[in-house]
């Protein structure tokens, strides 16, 4: 059975059954309570964008209406938690959820950019996200910017390169899954190989949520307006060697691709004390009750100081367990998969979005959240942070770690749900556990 059939199965049997409260609360004594207890429904998703046959009504159980004006299905199909939400959602949260998909799209000959910034999501002040395509050979053409930049290959193989303010060099190759850090006003370069027929694409993520790709600086761009008696003089060359200099940007071309030996295609040796591209497919998963994860942060990737990420697998079922990161925002990038997120905000407010592969989420720091896997495939997403250093807070840790009675005089609950608390993070908790 598909687990969306299983969790809307379990909607139903829920909604007719009305589960009273369970009656004996062993060892939680307790005074009279001084607020009632929190709603017994279980409040599942009620449909997903795999849903068959399914017309979405902004309805739950006795609550909503059936809609009788315009309706967009697809998109209410994809977002079913803002269109009937759950009954835990509450109060004013700023949007967290941008679709790469409604991005304008930037297309070049040899490829194409869309990008993120707080011009389409508010809320993500610390973080921008481009996604860029290059076709085989094409170039992201040499330029810097005053923000660091780190990125995550999607598809296909690249090379980098970087200078530094030491004239250090460094030229790097990449495949799926690796990751490349350059710091803020380094020059650089990002061309596609021809080892696959497509080119590729990667994410970029910027350490500055008002970063716009359309405002970097570009070599071609420079030249074009600089007297070119100041570039002949610059270059001690006659003028005429800038006769066919471009007139405008070319930011995203086509070209020949690099020398498949890197060897080949370097000046000077690579002589930066470190490296700035980092192969992270290379890294085993750490293995997690409910799926995988690998962390990467300047503890493994030195020269990335201001990003971090953590790449995480979800099996079907499964869920990155309810937590937080103390002091930094996390922007989320789905690549494959469906996903459900409540970021709680404090203040009695939360708020549930769905998500598909290429959406982003903008979770601001220490608001408590978890990413639950709705869909039948596994889900892989990324964490990522403006931070050299990956940290959260296990909120079944938390519990597990402080003292039972304490535990049990917020939240009545049982022994022998107090002794299945996790000492050990779990991160990926595996699908929900029956009742004993
Ligand atoms: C972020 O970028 C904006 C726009 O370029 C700039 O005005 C601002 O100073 C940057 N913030 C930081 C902390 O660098
Ligand atoms: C890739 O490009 C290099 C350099 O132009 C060339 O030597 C090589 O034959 C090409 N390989 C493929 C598979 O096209
Ligand atoms: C990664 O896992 C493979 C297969 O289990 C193993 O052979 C390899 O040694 C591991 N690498 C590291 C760095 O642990």
Not at 155 to 174: E, F
Not at 279 to 306: L, W
Not at 366 to 383: A, R
């Amino acid at each position: 059975m598909h687990s969306w059939c299983l969790l809307s199965t379990l909607a139903l049997i829920s909604t007719a059954l009305a589960v009273p409260a369970p009656s004996v609360v062993s060892s939680a004594p307790a005074a009279t309570p001084t607020v009632p207890y929190a709603s017994d429904d279980p409040n599942y998703p009620l449909w997903t964008d795999e849903s068959v046959g399914v017309t979405p009504e902004p309805i739950r159980g006795t609550l909503g209406a059936k809609i009788l004006g315009p309706q967009n299905i697809p998109m209410e199909l994809q977002n079913s938690d803002a269109f009937a939400p759950p009954t835990t959602d509450a109060g004013d949260v700023e949007n967290f959820k941008w679709p790469f998909s409604l991005s304008h799209n930037r297309l070049q000959t040899g490829g194409w950019a869309r990008q993120q910034n707080v011009n389409q999501m508010p809320v993500a002040t610390a973080i921008a996200g481009v996604n860029m395509r290059l076709e085989v050979g094409a170039i992201r053409e040499m330029h810097w910017h005053t923000d660091g930049e780190w990125a995550y290959v999607l598809a296909g193989d690249l090379r980098v390169s970087c200078v530094t303010p030491d004239g250090q060099v460094y030229l790097g190759d990449v495949t799926a899954g690796d990751l490349w850090y350059f710091p803020a006003g380094y020059p650089h370069s990002i061309q596609a190989k021809n080892t696959t027929a497509d080119g590729a694409e990667f994410l970029l993520i910027f350490d500055n949520g008002s970063f716009s790709e359309d405002s970097t600086f570009l070599l071609t761009d420079w030249l074009a307006h600089v007297p070119k008696e100041v570039i002949a003089k610059n270059f001690q060359v006659d003028i005429s060697a800038f006769d066919h200099i471009p007139s405008k940007e070319l930011y995203i071309f086509p070209s020949a691709p690099p020398p498949e030996d890197i060897n080949s295609d370097m000046v000077v040796p690579n002589d930066t004390p470190l490296a700035y591209t980092f192969a992270m497919s290379k890294v085993n998963a750490t293995e997690a009750p409910g799926g995988s994860y690998k962390v990467v942060d300047s503890r493994t990737f030195p020269a990335a100081t201001t990003v971090c990420t953590a790449e995480v697998t979800v099996e079907v079922g499964g869920m990155r367990e309810l937590h937080w990161h103390p002091t930094e925002p996390e922007w989320t990038y789905f690549v494959t998969g469906s996903a459900r997120i409540t970021v709680y905000a404090s203040s009695a407010s939360a708020q549930t979005f769905d998500f598909q592969p290429g959406d982003i989420a903008y979770i601001p720091p220490s608001f408590g959240h978890y990413v639950e896997n709705t869909g039948n495939e596994p889900l892989v997403f990324l964490e990522i942070f403006r931070s050299g250093l990956f940290q959260d807070i296990s909120l079944n840790q938390w519990l597990a770690l402080t003292p039972p009675e304490l535990v049990k005089a917020h939240l009545n609950l049982d022994d022998a749900t107090i002794a299945r608390l996790s000492k050990v993070k779990q991160e990926v908790v595996g699908p929900a556990k029956s009742v004993a």
